[in-house]
């Protein structure tokens, strides 16, 4: 149970959240492991089989206090809210904003930022550890030029403008992936992203983390009562979950691509764990699903000081946390989105 940024967090599962007069009781195995304040929340997210009493969520709708629920692996199961006040302001705000180019671009290039900026401290951080099992010079060349690319970034205010800076960069990225395989070169090898279907083993992993990581994402902005398909950087598309695709950006490397390699170098993945199709497609198996998931949740519970806020949180609570930035400077509670940048 954690409190962020007026957002109650309950991962125990299988507790039960009853109200207590003013207060949120959190119980578990007839204890009682919490008692929160309500008045001061804008919203209470569980996790897990957790259970509520009628009492608590006639209150929470009745006080403008949203009750979400979701599944012990992250996915969005149900929210609970009153009658529309802020969420219809919020996303009525949402969608002018992302209709408005310029205005979209402001909160893309931020996204983007988050993103160059973690992908240079992982380029970095593989020359200080790895220095005799690279080509330093090329890392750092590479890194230079993400940081001349984020200084343009950051006057930039156009959307097409942003997209192909961003693109650019990837390429010379991408290019150095490969060499941060630094165990079972035999079976793991990236010569560039393929996708629908993924052609190697290296790109149906982080297609299946990047799966992952935008469900968590999309859950996130349903929390707090954003609409996850009406994004900045990425445009309206039928079935496309827009804005999880824009706040994933920012840990696509530094979470995404880290957790590939990790499982790659740390041998907990071998090439045993795929199948390749009639197709060309490569798919891993079952087993190596189960492997992959079982670490992906593991990690999630990993904790960490979140940059900007300066609390310790699990991995697993940082999309949420993104979310709720956003959320609050569509509200112009912030005067501008903070992207996640790891330290």
């Known amino acids: 149970m ?8 309950i991962n125990q599962s299988d507790s039960y959240l009853a109200l207590d007069g003013g207060n949120v009781l959190v119980k578990a195995d007839g204890q009682v492991l919490g008692r929160v304040p309500l008045h001061n929340l804008e919203g209470i997210v569980a996790f897990g089989y957790t259970g509520a009493s009628p009492a608590l969520m006639g209150h929470c709708a009745e006080n403008g206090i949203a009750l979400t629920f979701m599944t012990k692996n ?6 609970v809210i009153g009658e529309s006040r802020g969420n219809v302001v919020l996303r009525k705000t949402q969608y002018r904003r992302s209709d408005d180019e310029v205005a979209s671009a402001r909160l893309a290039k931020n996204f983007i930022l988050g993103k160059l900026y973690n992908q240079k401290w992982m380029l970095e951080r593989m020359t200080r550890d790895y220095p005799l099992r690279l ?3 090329r890392f750092k060349t590479t890194s230079q030029d993400m940081t001349e690319t984020m200084r343009e970034i950051q006057v930039c205010e156009n959307l097409e403008r942003l997209r192909g800076l961003e693109g650019t960069i990837a390429v010379r990225y991408n290019r150095l ?16 992203r393929t996708r629908r279907p993924p052609l190697d083993r290296v790109n149906a992993m982080l297609s299946f983390a990047y799966s992952l990581l935008a469900r968590d994402v999309s859950a996130a902005l349903e929390a707090v009562g954003l609409d996850a398909y009406v994004g900045f950087l990425h445009r309206e598309r039928p079935g496309r979950a827009s804005l999880a695709l824009d706040v994933m950006e920012e840990l696509r490397g530094i979470y995404a691509d880290r957790f590939v390699l990790s499982l790659i170098n740390k041998k907990v993945i071998q090439g045993k764990d795929f199948l390749q199709k009639e197709n060309g497609a490569v798919i891993m198996t079952e087993e190596g699903r189960k492997t992959f998931l079982t670490a992906w949740q593991k990690k999630k519970q990993e904790t960490i000081q979140h940059p900007y806020l300066k609390e310790k949180m699990m991995w697993g609570l940082v999309p949420y946390e993104q979310a709720l930035l956003l959320a609050r400077h569509l509200r112009d509670d912030l005067e501008a989105y903070p992207p996640f940048l790891y330290k």
């Open 74 to 79: 992250g996915r969005f199961l149900a929210r």
């Open 135 to 137: 080509d330093v010079e």
């Open 2 to 9: 954690k409190k962020l940024l007026n957002t109650l967090f």
């Open 177 to 192: 992936f490969d060499s941060m395989i630094l165990q079972q070169k035999e079976d793991f090898h990236f010569k560039g």
